[in-house]
């Protein structure tokens, strides 16, 4: 017999989340569209920089 399907999602995190950017492109905020959060964010070496507090199963991010 095998296994079930999981039903128990755990969260993780916090996680640190860089982005490489196209040269040229200007950040204005970041936003989480699940978490419904706006973190602050960081520009380091043409990345953006961020962190996401906790990730339960998918988190949408949207850079502005």
């Not at 095998?2 to 492109?25: Q, S």
């Not at 978490?35 to 960081?42: C, D, F, I, L, M």
């Amino acid at each position: 017999m095998g296994r079930g399907p999981v039903d128990e999602l755990l969260p993780v995190g916090p996680l640190l989340v860089r982005v490489r950017l196209p040269k040229g492109v200007r950040l204005g905020r970041v936003k989480l569209l699940v978490t419904e959060q706006k973190p602050s964010h960081t520009l380091e070496k043409g990345e953006a920089v961020f962190q996401l507090p906790s990730l339960l199963d998918h988190e949408v991010i949207v850079l502005e």
